[in-house]
């Protein structure tokens, strides 16, 4: 679940928006996309970054990719030989992450072995778009209207469903997204956890009965 009270499409801002695309020299009707995690193989940063790279030199593009990790170094040198492509140290302010995705135009995600995706229930939950491989978590957080998927793993589908969000119209999908926003907590997730436990145990319990196996108490 997402943390509530942190995220929403009202922390969206037209200044800080300018400011990111600004820091990529690029104008306001530039599309600006969003990549947040850890900096490892896994994630596929690099094959995201050349994805957008290759659209950059046909639309006007921005990816900001924030997070840290082993790949740091190898992912900074590959954003300056790309257009419109950079790279943020991680933000640990959860305030300040929550500002800068409501203020993007959509996700973007490479790696297809997430077991929830917490960083796309964050964006779902901030209202922006997202753009997805189709096997793995992230894809359960995909609205439909607000975003596409891809085939997993392939820097070919990646650049085609970046293609694709284009031609739907960024600006709708993110309205959808909008509409969309409100996502499962973690205290709603325990509880629905707990209440599961507690029908789990019931049942067992029945069968035993029923069975005339159950154990006496003391």
Known sequence: GVEAGIFSPKLRSSALRTLALQSLSLEEDALLLVGVGRFSAEK?????????????????IGLLIIGDGPKRQKLELLAERLPGVGVVPRLSDRSELARLLASTDALIHGCEAETFCMVAAEARASGIPLIVPDRGAAVDQLVPGAGVSYQAASERALEQAIERFLERGPELQR?????????????????????RYARI??????????????????
């Open 44 to 60: 596929r940063w690099d094959m995201v970054m050349r994805a957008v790279g290759e659209c950059a030199l046909r639309h006007q």
């Open 201 to 218: 145990s019931s049942a067992t319990t029945y069968q035993q009965a029923q069975a005339g196996t159950l154990e006496p108490t003391i």
């Open 175 to 195: 309205a959808a997204a909008a509409r969309a926003s409100t996502v499962r907590s973690m205290d709603m997730h325990f509880a629905e956890l707990f209440e």
